[in-house]
T-cell receptor, first 112, second 114 residues
Framework: GDSVTQMEGPVTLSEEAFLTINCTYT??????LFWYVQYPGEGLQLLLKATKADDKGSNKGFEATYRKETTSFHLEKGSVQVSDSAVYFC???????????FGKGTRLSVIA | GAGVSQSPRYKVAKRGQDVALRCDPISGHVSLFWYQQALGQGPEFLTYFQNEAQLDKSGLPSDRFFAERPEGSVSTLKIQRTQQEDSAVYLCASSEGARATEAFFGQGTRLTVV
């Protein structure tokens, strides 16, 4: 079945450091890909998405590019802030009406 | 309300007890999803409603799990004869249309079975 694998955390970075969280997927067909973020004490929020190969999703300085050839959707940010500390989940949906399949999550801690 | 509301936020149940978890979706949202998130894991799909119709319950782990949405708005997830392995955060999400990808999540109910 469909699955998502993302790098294990926790990841600890200093403020203004470069962030990469790796995500690869296995799916039949052409899924849509997502990054969700869960801030402490809050629910999951959609951070960004891409629906077809070579699309780049971006939001709040975060970016991820849908790479079909490597089945990847790595999350990047050029300069992290303390407020970015959260758990990040990579996810896919095989089609518009199918539920999301999530990775295990990566906890990011950014220290000043 | 402004977002998806779940209650209670925390529930401690003795093994064998029945529990009911409530989800109030965003007003007017057609689709409603339940997910289970074990400690250190990502959310896993349990069941999906479109209005009052339960269109997919393939993720429910056993017949002890039951979900309903009788009037197409509020939903309840019921777990009978709880077991320790049921301990998890139960997440509810709703979306305006039928597309799961545009769903908004609640804060979840953390269930601990002792």
């Amino acid at each position: 079945g469909d699955s998502v694998t993302q790098m294990e955390g926790p990841v600890t970075l200093s403020e203004e450091a470069f962030l990469t969280i790796n995500c690869t997927y296995t799916a039949t067909g052409y899924p849509s890909l997502f990054w969700y973020v869960q801030y402490p004490g809050e629910g999951l929020q959609l951070l960004l998405k891409a629906t077809k190969a070579d699309d780049k999703g971006s939001n709040k300085g975060f970016e991820a590019t849908y790479r079909k050839e490597t089945t990847s959707f790595h999350l990047e940010k050029g300069s992290v802030q303390v407020s970015d500390s959260a758990v990040y989940f990579c996810a896919l949906s095989a089609s518009g009406n199918t539920p999301l399949v999530f990775g295990k999550g990566t906890r990011l801690s950014v220290i000043a | 309300g402004a977002g998806v509301s779940q209650s209670p936020r925390y529930k401690v149940a003795k093994r064998g007890q029945d529990v009911a978890l409530r989800c109030d979706p965003i007003s007017g949202h057609v689709s409603l999803f339940w997910y289970q998130q074990a400690l250190g894991q990502g959310p896993e799909f349990l069941t999906y409603f479109q209005n009052e119709a339960q269109l997919d319950k393939s993720g429910l782990p056993s017949d002890r799990f039951f979900a309903e949405r009788p009037e197409g708005s509020v939903s309840t997830l019921k777990i009978q004869r709880t077991q320790q392995e049921d301990s998890a955060v139960y997440l509810c999400a709703s979306s305006e249309g039928a597309r799961a990808t545009e769903a908004f999540f609640g804060q979840g109910t953390r269930l601990t079975v002792v």
